[in-house]
């Protein structure tokens, strides 16, 4: 299927209590527990979003990414096709997990709706979408792990046929305070050609 | 009923997680829902849980929690008469 | 030109039958999956779901292997496969994928906390222990994107086949009955005390079910069922357990895979949407195909037989409208009687003999997911 080129417009990792933003830190803080780093990062970029602290960490990951790529990209008066293409290798199970302690005494039975409604890993490009109004693609997947053979094809279709004009895309990892947050956005133009070989370079940086 | 007016504040914000929302900025008869404190249907739930976990009210019909949540005032009146913890 | 792509076999495993053809005989005769369950293990209170008999499933499973050692949802989705992957003799080589659409998997393996417990809870894990039982030589696709899954998944399979990345796609889609299922729809008030009633005008919340459902996508028309025309699955970008109001998502959902079909909603024969009975969900879809002009579509919603089969719902209904297609028939929408929905729509209330030549399927999801794939018949 001869194709067009597809671009990295722009990349975000967030790991080890930093946040990189192409390639340039933009925000680090001293070791510390994911909550304390996330609500420090969401305080520092001055994200004006009371819900965040509803979410859970994977939504929480999610939502730094995509607020650092998207703020910069969106047209407010203009609706923005932006699709929305993740994965993850432990799909909601840090909140499954707390979710499961909830309901296993049985003498202290009181399963809580808030958590329960994040034991979907898709919950959180559900808050990405609510964020920034994308009516848009949304598709989230597991893998063992970041599978950039998958994403590359899989976002190269979306964009071919045109069910989409730009493709948000991320591996959001979160179990037990182990977190990697790689959001890329991928269209028409950008920095980078959007291939595999490009996306193991970003990942692994 | 002024000690439980003070702790449904609190309690509501550390539930809810309210982060940006204090205690003394919690007016006793603002609209918890809607245009007030901002909660939706699922901060709606979680109360029904909390009016059950933290005294005891099982609330039959669940409807009826658009009366009791409508207030700080509402609750605590509600809680009042039917808690059992 | 885009590949054109067909579904070639189908199967499922249900409280209903572990055959496609035995499913549709008790359709046909209203035989429904959904039964009250005492089992305290579940639920402290008597609950009504379509629960697959364990005897049953044990028997059929020592036919396909005499190994032992895999979950109950892994019997299940094994159970759905084994037949038409020996059926299909596509060869399981890197230009077949594996796809495996599930919301919670083995979910049940984190009551008993262990290391090696949490390892099987991993949905890649879940994937792999199937993939290795069929000798599967690509990586495991899961989707995993609430409710739609199941439908999703179909629409994976196509684009991945019309990316030019794959030739043939297994789908296989499951979901169990469990405690940390049914404790969290209870504790969103969704669950009705009675069968559920989809679209009717007392109905309350959703009775929930299991299944696996499975299926061949492919690119090779030989001894096709149906063909798939077009796919959408649009975000309501409203609220993350409600609906929108609008049904904005499954209206943008449908349209795209109209758009992509060339053709007009005025042409699609039969509907099986999702009906879950609960009060939001059955009114966004009527105000969404009131939208798009599909209120006088004969619409049924599976869940009176099968109950809400999360993951594998999508997958499963799928498998029934399509032999709805085959057949030319309209299943009755069990557990319906009073329209209770603020537009009309038209509900299927006693099967009836229809030719459908297409057919839309839709699926809605917690996280404000949609997802629509519309089908042809192959004349």
């Not at chain 3, 057949?327 to 557990?335: A, P, R």
Request: net charge negative; aromatic share 10%; glycine share 6%.
């Amino acid at each position: 299927m001869a194709a067009n080129k597809t671009y990295i417009q722009s990349f975000c990792t967030i790991q080890n209590n930093e946040i990189i933003l192409n390639g340039e830190s933009v925000f680090k803080i001293d070791s510390t527990v994911f909550s304390d780093f996330s609500k420090k990062a969401y305080q520092n970029f001055e994200i004006n979003y009371p819900k965040f602290f509803k979410m859970d960490n994977l939504s929480k990951l999610a939502f730094l990414g995509a607020e650092l790529l998207l703020k910069s990209n969106s047209d407010s008066s203009e609706e923005n096709n932006t699709a929305l293409v993740f994965a993850n290798a432990s799909s909601s199970l840090d909140t499954d997990v707390k979710y499961q302690n909830s309901i296993s005494d049985s003498d202290n039975y009181y399963p809580s709706p808030a958590v329960f409604v994040y034991t979907l890993p898709n919950i959180c490009m559900g808050e990405i979408s609510i964020r920034h109004q994308l009516k848009s693609e949304n598709s989230f997947f597991i893998f063992a792990d970041f599978n950039p053979i998958f994403m590359e094809n899989y976002t190269n279709l979306l964009l071919e046929t045109k069910k989409a004009d730009n493709v948000l895309c991320g591996w959001v990892e979160y179990y037990n305070e182990e977190y990697k947050g790689f959001l890329y956005l991928v269209s028409k133009e950008g920095d980078f050609v959007h291939n595999e070989e490009r996306l193991k370079k970003l990942y692994t940086k | 009923m002024e000690a439980l007016k003070q702790e449904l504040k609190g309690k509501i914000i550390e539930v809810l997680n309210l982060e940006d929302i204090k205690v003394e900025e919690v007016n006793d008869n603002d609209a918890l829902f809607g245009d007030g404190l901002g909660l939706d249907s699922i901060d709606a739930l979680e109360l029904i849980v909390m009016l059950d976990k933290d005294y005891g009210i099982k609330l039959v019909d669940p409807k009826e929690g658009k009366t009791i949540f409508q207030s700080i005032e509402t609750m605590a009146g509600y809680i009042n008469a039917n808690r059992t913890k | 030109m885009l590949q054109e792509v067909y579904i070639t076999e189908t199967n499922c495993i249900t409280p209903i039958g572990f055959d496609v053809a035995t499913n549709v005989k008790n359709i046909g005769n209203a035989v429904s999956g959904i039964q009250l369950h005492h089992n305290t293990l579940l639920m402290k209170t008597p609950f009504y779901a379509s629960i697959i008999n364990n005897d049953e499933l044990d028997l059929a499973f020592a036919k396909v292997t005499p190994a032992s050692n895999y979950s109950r949802l892994e019997k299940m989705m094994i159970l759905a496969l084994d037949p038409i992957i020996k059926k299909a003799k596509v060869v399981l080589n890197e230009r077949t994928a594996f796809i495996l659409s599930t919301t919670k998997g083995n979910i049940t393996a984190l009551e008993k906390p262990s290391e090696n417990n949490i390892k099987q809870a991993y949905l890649h894990q879940l994937a792999k222990t199937i993939a290795d039982f069929f000798e599967f030589k690509t990586e495991p696709i899961v989707v995993s994107n609430a409710c739609v899954s199941g439908v999703m998944a179909v629409s994976v399979a196509k684009r991945l086949i019309q990316s030019g990345a794959y030739d043939n796609a297994f789908v296989v889609a499951g979901d169990e009955v469990s405690e940390f299922v049914l404790s969290g729809f209870n504790s969103f008030q969704a669950m009705s005390d009675l069968p559920c009633k989809p679209y009717s005008k007392n109905r309350t919340g959703v009775t929930l079910g299991e299944a696996t459902a499975a299926v061949l996508v492919s690119s090779s028309i030989e001894n096709a069922k149906i063909k798939i025309i077009g796919d959408g699955s649009i975000n309501d970008a409203n609220h993350i357990s409600g609906p929108s109001r609008t049904g904005e998502g499954l209206f943008r959902s449908i349209e795209s895979a109209l758009v992509e079909a060339k053709i007009n909603a005025n042409q699609i024969d039969y509907i099986s949407a999702h009906g879950t009975a609960t009060p939001f969900n059955d009114e966004m879809e009527a105000i969404a195909l009131n939208r798009l002009g599909l209120e006088n579509v004969p619409v049924n919603s599976l869940k009176g037989f099968y109950g809400h089969t999360l993951g594998a719902s999508g997958l499963l209904e799928t498998v029934i409208g399509i032999q709805s297609v085959l057949e030319n028939k309209l299943f009755v929408s069990l557990g319906f009687d009073e329209l209770g929905v603020s537009q009309s729509i038209n509900v299927i209330e006693k099967n009836t003999a229809k030719n459908i030549h297409y057919f839309l399927k839709t699926a809605s999801g917690f996280g404000g997911c949609n997802s629509a794939v519309l089908f042809e018949k192959i004349k």
